[in-house]
């Protein structure tokens, strides 16, 4: 038990890191003004991270001895971002608490579920005529317990922080430039102005986490 705890706890911080690429260089100062100011605000953007999650979980939990795996499901991982871009060129990404919490209390049902049908073929398969509730009884502990300490309320400050970053920003002939406050990355999107807000895509090719093409919509 200790082990998958070490594990999920592993994976949903990994999920839940900043979304840095790497690659791009800003070709100088000569930003488009008409361009800068219809990005100065804050903007909001929710990203589905489903599938990204289920492919760590498949290849994380507990691999080596169970394949527990194959009975956690996380059925929907989305996580809203909110952008500020500022007149003086710094900006801040930060995630919606409130909407986290609500995808965060999702992953710990997705995961309770899928341990109790795991136990219970478990239980099953060595003739043991008892629930999952009654065995965990019987080691003193509970699932839910159990499910609440390990998704604690430790890891979703740590969830907040880590999609929080700050930075400086330019644009520059149809691409944004991200570069972040105490790191040695940046982050370079083409851009494109649409009836809905504003188009950002990859160009790089290493949009790791199924976030591209995102369209942040304009709150302020």
Do not use: H
Not at 98 to 127: C, M, P, T, V, W
Request: one cysteine or more; hydrophobic letters at 35%; proline letters at 0%.
């Amino acid at each position: 038990m200790s082990r998958l705890k070490r594990n999920i706890v592993s994976i949903l911080m990994v999920v839940s890191m900043s979304f840095a690429l790497f690659g791009c260089s800003s070709s100088g100062d000569n930003n488009s003004i008409s361009d800068k100011e219809q990005f100065v605000g804050t903007w909001e953007t929710t990203v589905d991270m489903t599938d990204f999650a289920n492919k760590l979980l498949q290849q994380g939990i507990d691999q080596d001895s169970t394949n527990i795996t194959e009975y956690i499901n996380i059925d929907k991982y989305e996580v809203t971002l909110l952008y500020t871009f500022n007149d003086n060129e710094t900006y801040s990404i930060s995630a919606d608490k409130d909407r986290l919490k609500q995808s965060f209390e999702a992953i710990k049902s997705d995961f309770k579920n899928g341990a109790i049908a795991y136990f219970e073929d478990i239980l099953a398969a060595n003739g043991i005529d008892k629930s999952v509730d009654e065995m965990l009884e019987l080691s003193g502990v509970s699932l839910d317990d159990y499910i609440n300490e390990t998704f604690g309320d430790d890891m979703f400050r740590s969830m907040v922080v880590d999609m929080k970053s700050t930075g400086e920003w330019q644009v520059d002939g149809g691409l944004l430039y991200l570069t972040y406050d105490n790191m040695d990355e940046n982050e370079c999107l083409s851009y494109e102005f649409t009836s809905d807000g504003i188009k950002l895509s990859d160009i790089n090719g290493e949009d790791w986490y199924g976030m591209y093409p995102m369209i942040l919509k304009k709150v302020e």
